[in-house]
């Protein structure tokens, strides 16, 4: 009998598949099953977080998509970029900075998107990746490996915001937001011992706290301007 081999599984990016496995499968059922709604009940639309209560929509959002090419691009993505994020900082690491960049690019969009503005897509944890790995750059400023992948993803962050510019489909704000949220994700877990390097603790709270207070100012003023509509 073959023994399962631990070791090498916990190796293997479970976190990006897992969350590739949740968007496919959502994607798949509001295709077979049209009558679910998933795309309505689930997708950030602000009147009814303040009006409803369903709050879950800062969360489920980024596994929704809306048609065939906006999943597909977003999993390419996920898939490739996930791997290299979830090496580096670990599983669970990157599992609180995927989906708190996630959240946090709502919560963006929450507070400052026209209210008639639905949006969904795991871009807004997808930026959070970028962020993340853009710390890196920052943090490791001699090697070439790192500074490399980091100008690359620079390029294309750089390139979706001014695309984002002329497309109104595009909800910038919570490619924003997301963004912000990797940064600052990624300054507050740090590294994984074995990296060997540590953040300083002053950084990590400073990040802490920007982290609350946009989390805050983004849902007192997104409830306060809703009801005042």
Not at 180 to 199: A, D
Request: hydrophobic share 55%; charged share 10%.
């Amino acid at each position: 009998m073959n023994k399962i081999n631990f070791k090498n599984l916990k190796n293997q990016p479970f976190i990006t598949l897992s969350f590739l496995s949740i968007q496919t499968a959502v994607f798949l059922l509001a295709y077979v099953f049209p009558s679910l709604l998933i795309e309505f009940r689930g997708s950030m639309f602000g009147p009814s977080i303040v009006f409803n209560q369903e709050f879950w929509r800062f969360v489920t959002p980024m596994f929704i998509h809306f048609g065939l090419m906006h999943f597909a691009v977003n999993s390419v993505v996920l898939y490739y970029m996930g791997q290299q994020v979830e090496a580096i900082y670990g599983h669970w690491r990157f599992f609180a900075i995927y989906l708190m960049s996630g959240v946090l690019g709502n919560l963006l969009s929450f507070a400052f998107n026209d209210p008639r503005v639905q949006s969904a897509g795991s871009s807004t944890a997808l930026f959070g990746m970028f962020g993340a790995f853009a710390i890196l750059g920052y943090h490791f400023k001699n090697n070439y490996a790192i500074q490399a992948m980091v100008r690359q993803f620079a390029l294309f962050v750089a390139l979706s915001f001014i695309f984002g510019m002329f497309d109104r489909s595009i909800d910038l704000l919570g490619h924003l937001g997301g963004l912000v949220g990797g940064i600052l994700m990624g300054n507050l877990v740090g590294f994984p011992p074995r990296v060997g390097k540590t953040y300083s603790i002053h950084v990590k709270i400073l990040s802490a706290l920007i982290l609350i207070f946009i989390v805050g100012f983004c849902l007192f003023y997104g409830f306060m301007r809703y009801r005042n509509l």
